[in-house]
């Protein structure tokens, strides 16, 4: 009965270090979500702002924040933000305007 415990045990064990990830493969999965908010982005050169927020697996999303320019001549070249919602499962982006998130200049 003990030795069939341990087994168990050992195998648990082994199982659970398994499902971890590397460096690599958060190194990967980082790049797959720098990559799919940047294509979904309606800003020109539009780059990350900070690093990434991993949200828990039952939330299913990552969030990312990212800035550059808008691209409609009316806007002059003016500085934009986007909040990029990474969707884990279906490995979509979805992206919307966060210029609020900036503070703006007081007048005095």
Known sequence: MKTA??????LTALA????ASSPDAWAAYDKAV?????????????????NAAQFDDRVGYT???LQG???QKHMKGAQG???CLYN???????????????PTAKAN
């Open 63 to 65: 969030a990312l924040l």
């Open 16 to 19: 659970s270090q398994a499902h």
């Open 81 to 83: 933000t986007e909040l």
């Open 88 to 102: 884990k499962k279906s490995k979509t982006a979805y992206v919307t305007e966060w210029d609020s998130i900036r």
């Open 5 to 10: 415990t341990l087994t168990f045990l050992g």
């Open 69 to 71: 320019q808008y691209p």
């Open 34 to 50: 720098l990559a799919s908010c940047t294509k979904a982005s309606s800003l020109k050169d539009a780059k990350p702002v900070g």
